[in-house]
């Protein structure tokens, strides 16, 4: 239990830890990466900017002089004028009249001219707009543009517009790598960071899991040292009471009465801290073994029988016959003996409390309900925990400690099973174990 609660909380550090670690690195990565794609993209787009802006210088009177040419002299200019193909070239630019006819201009790649062609028509770009285009090279991948222009005009008029390209495949392609690089090193780095988490925090439970087992052979060496003189003032309490009770008087009598319920209540709390603190030391002996749970059920029967006529409750044991259960035959009869004193504890007057048993699916089904007064549904997950107790002041009239529960699910845990509670606020309660039966 105590291995299980430390491992759990090393995790949750550890966990804590890489998260922290990981949103930073994350994060880091995300502003550092984003950055520079702004600043490679802005850097692009003045420099296509640029281009449109001197290609416009240089061959705005093209457009001027194809205006005013004739169709004859057109057709001249435009067998003369070819596209020129500079295949080692960055950038490229078209001339393109208003009737879509390239008049001038330079390529790299002129298999994909038609398509990008295609992309430009009905495109008269704004003042610094900037597109960015992909077309297909068979072979060879996309192609990546980035293009900008400007129209010309003369007297309002439209004459064509100046389309000038940088090709950014490259600078494309050396991003994705670094993207790709990054996504590497942060999940190289996240399991480095997971791993050193964890370690760190095996490292800051040492001094808290020393500082708890001190506690845990405190608590059971103060609990072992505190049984002896508590037996001795009960068997000392009973010679008193055996010997001179007929001689003291009525106050005296009840103070004496008081006493000794207080005695009893102690050696009860001092044997259940011990359990609890051998538990968590792991120096608790579990005897699993065959055994008769049909004389356990008659032991428990003959043990509250007494206690449940004084309470006026009607205690129903259904004994079953010759039925046989693996496992420390002591604990499981403590743990009986914890939920059948809960289930007389905190039962209404006229109220019943049943014990049965089933064997079905290779379990070993035990059911102690009873008709008291319930457990609200928000308490119900923590009951089981160490000194927990939904009415405190009732708990504590009853003698109460809050931990029999406790000891109860640590009981059924240690023999791989498992300890259900069914509760409704005034109606009562069902409490299930379930016990596996060897082969």
Known sequence: MKNKLFNLTQWRLAILFTSLLIIFLVSFILITYFSLVSNVRNEQENR?????????????????????????????????????????????????????????????????RSDLLEKLKNWYPEENEVRKLTVEIEDEGKLDILL?????????????????????????????????????????????????????????????????????????????????????????????????RQNLSPFSVTVFDDLKDEVKRMSHLVNDLLVLARSDLDKQEIKKQWFSLTNVFEKLQRKFQYESEKQ???????????????????????????????????????????????????????????????????????????????????????????IGLSIADWIVKVHKGKLVVTSEEGKGSTFSIFLPIPK
């Open 312 to 402: 006026n409750i009607q205690l129903a044991v259904t004994i079953p016959t010759e039925l046989d259960a693996y496992g420390d035959e002591e604990k499981i009869t403590q743990l009986l003996f914890i939920l059948v004193d809960n289930a007389i504890k905190y039962n209404v007057p006229n109220g019943t409390v049943t014990v049965s048993a089933q064997v079905a699916n290779n379990q070993l089904r035990i059911d102690v309900a009873d008709t008291g007064v319930g457990i609200p549904a928000d308490h119900q997950k923590r009951i089981f925990d160490r000194f927990y107790r939904v009415d405190q002041a009732r708990s504590r009239d009853q003698g109460s400690s809050g």
């Open 48 to 112: 296509s900017i640029a281009l449109a802006h001197e290609e416009f210088e240089d061959h705005r009177k093209d457009l001027l002089e194809w205006n005013f040419k004739k169709s004859k002299e057109r057709r001249e200019w435009h067998d003369r004028e070819e596209i020129e193909y500079k295949p080692n070239a960055k950038t490229f630019y078209f001339v393109i009249s208003r009737d879509g006819t390239i008049i001038d201009g330079d390529e790299t790649h002129p298999e994909v």
């Open 148 to 244: 900008s222009g400007k129209s010309v005009y003369e007297h309002g008029q439209y004459l064509g517009t100046i389309y000038a390209g940088t090709n950014i495949s490259e600078e494309t392609a050396i991003i994705r790598t670094l993207l790709f690089i990054l996504i590497i090193l942060t999940i190289i780095f996240s399991i480095a960071s997971a791993v050193l988490g964890y370690w760190m925090a095996g490292r800051a439970m040492v001094p808290i899991s020393n500082a708890f087992r001190k506690q845990k052979e405190f608590t059971a060496d103060a609990s072992h040292e505190l049984r002896t003189p508590l037996s001795i003032m009960q068997s000392s309490l009973e010679v008193i009471e055996a010997e001179d």
